[in-house]
């Protein structure tokens, strides 16, 4: 019931009164049965903006940490997530992804839509990222279509880091259904599962016009994170020598002066 009063009452209205986004290739996804949207992540945006222009309901698998939040936001937010069908995902180990792939297969055996991010995480500098193999799994194992959807323009209105979302023009672009059905009964094998997830980023690729990185998107927003850890490392090291550099520049001009006020030594 939240669900649709948030999307067709509260927030649904509001958020294509101020994005005014453009919609193309919305007749890509079915009407009925079950189907997966992977697409690029690029905002918290993606998150509201996409569900709103659908004609279904989709459910999201969402990090862990939208449930998890400590205080009166933390449940604030939690409730938020799990009123609109979000489903929590723990992140970290194999195990933890093995639980993601059945609360999805659930989602799908159930007939409904799943949203899936195939990167994993947001994309800290607005390039397109390796995707993981889960989706294929789902994909193969329910022997479902997958279509692919570009985000064009969330980063520019609310990159990672910005709490209020900028006016900006956005286009969300659905691409044709991509049938994986002659790989069926091969989910198992890593080469099949890394060539379905190239397929499905390629697409996205292809509908965003992102430029594409051959990495998980974790490990380069780990190197990026670590890279300006370094950075700011060596700009204090840089003002440490700065200021040693002064402070020995301001003893040797005081000794200077104390020489000069004592004269030539005395014979």
């Known amino acids: 019931m939240f669900y649709h009063v948030l999307k067709y009452v509260l927030l649904g209205p509001l958020l294509k009164l101020v994005f005014r986004p453009r919609i193309e290739g919305l007749d890509h996804v079915p009407d009925t049965g079950p189907a997966i949207v992977a697409g690029n992540h690029l905002s918290f945006s993606d998150h509201f ?5 659908l004609r279904r309901r989709i459910t999201f698998l969402a990090k862990a ?3 998890t939040g400590p205080g009166l936001k ?4 939690a409730f938020f997530f799990r009123s609109i069908g979000q489903i929590p995902v723990d992140r970290s180990g194999k195990e933890a992804g093995r639980a993601a792939i059945r609360e999805g297969l659930g989602v799908l055996g159930r007939g409904e839509l799943l949203g899936i991010y195939p990167e994993g995480t947001r994309s800290h500098d607005g390039r397109l990222y390796k995707g993981k193999v889960g989706v294929a799994v789902m994909a193969l194992r329910a022997g479902v279509p997958v279509v692919p ?3 064009i323009g969330t980063f520019e209105a609310q990159p990672p880091g910005r709490r209020l979302p900028r006016l900006h023009p956005v286009v969300i672009r659905f691409g044709e259904p991509l049938d994986f059905s002659r790989f069926a009964g091969m989910e ?3 080469a099949v599962l890394r060539a379905v ?10 509908l965003s016009r992102q430029e594409y990185v051959d990495r998980y998107a974790a490990e380069a927003k780990a190197d ?4 300006g850890a370094d950075a700011e490392t060596a700009r204090v090291d840089a003002e440490t020598v700065r200021e040693v550099a002064e402070t020995a520049g301001a003893d040797a001009e005081a ?12 014979r």
């Not at 903006?49 to 222009?53: D, F, G, I, Q, Y």
């Not at 990026?224 to 890279?227: F, G, T």
């Not at 000794?255 to 005395?266: C, H």
């Open 65 to 67: 940490e939208y449930f």
């Open 197 to 206: 997830t190239d397929e499905i980023m390629y697409a996205v690729m292809t």
């Open 188 to 190: 198992n094998q890593k």
């Open 149 to 151: 959807c570009a985000m």
């Open 74 to 77: 933390g449940r604030l937010t």
């Open 255 to 266: 000794a200077g002066a104390a020489e000069r006020e004592a004269g030539p030594p005395g």
């Open 49 to 53: 903006l996409m569900p709103a222009v």
């Open 224 to 227: 990026a994170k670590a890279a």
